[in-house]
């Protein structure tokens, strides 16, 4: 015989070897255990199907939560900004004033130190503001 004749055979001998073990050391026929493999896959699928949901409903509270934060924060922020622009619009027409009072000769040297701090500080918070 040919080796590959021989070897052949010996492939052919050892997978029927190998079916007969399986078959009678096997818990239970095949059909049971088809049962339970497509049982336990329909298993599988219903919990990955509940977790899915579950993640979903979770994903969907977040974005709702998000999405509520973003239109307060839009809405804070807004806010914010107006402060800003109508404590540096006073300070504007404070300045303005005092401007007007120093031409005139009508300011004090109080006056004028307080009024530069107070626009300074309109002036950088109003700047830092808008860089955020």
């Known amino acids: 015989m040919k ?38 896959a329909n298993k599988a699928k219903i919990d990955s199907e509940k977790q899915l949901k579950k993640s979903y409903a979770e994903l969907s509270a977040l974005v709702s939560d998000a999405d509520k934060k973003l239109k307060k924060t839009k809405k804070d922020a807004q806010n914010n900004l107006k402060k800003q622009i109508d404590t540096a619009k ?32 309109a002036k950088e918070n109003l700047a830092k503001f808008l860089k955020k």
């Open 3 to 40: 080796k590959e004749s021989k070897f052949a055979l010996g492939t052919m001998i050892a997978a029927g070897i190998g079916y007969a073990v399986g078959i009678l050391s096997a818990p239970r026929s095949g059909k049971r255990t088809r049962v339970k493999l497509a049982n336990s």
């Open 90 to 121: 006073e300070t504007k027409q404070k300045v303005k004033m005092i401007l007007s009072a120093l031409h005139d000769g009508e300011a004090d040297d109080p006056d004028l130190k307080e009024m530069v701090e107070e626009a300074k500080k």
